[in-house]
């Protein structure tokens, strides 16, 4: 348990801002779960329109710091290379 003043105000504000990184990597998750489920129906051109939905989400979470831009470029490449894939 926090006892000085700063460290309490430490933990409000981590969980403040907990909140905002839960919410911005679901909503990634869910953009990225959407991709994969048009890449198991094989249907390219719903995969190609919920990627740049992905893509969005993904940049946002870098650009909050909620993930590393390595990861988000792995994460796009791996999407992109597996939508090329479909015949």
Not at 13 to 38: D, H, I, L, P, W
Request: positive net charge; aromatic residues 2%; without cysteine.
């Amino acid at each position: 348990m926090a006892i000085t003043q700063s460290a309490k105000k430490a933990i409000r504000g981590s969980t403040r801002k907990r909140v905002f990184n839960v919410r911005r990597k679901q909503t990634m998750k869910t953009a990225v779960k959407q991709v994969e489920k048009s890449i198991q129906e094989k249907n390219k051109k719903e995969a190609q329109k919920s990627l740049s939905a992905a893509y969005k989400a993904i940049d946002k979470a870098v650009k909050m710091k909620t993930i590393k831009r390595g990861t988000a470029n792995r994460k796009k490449s791996r999407l992109s290379a597996r939508i090329a894939k479909i015949t």
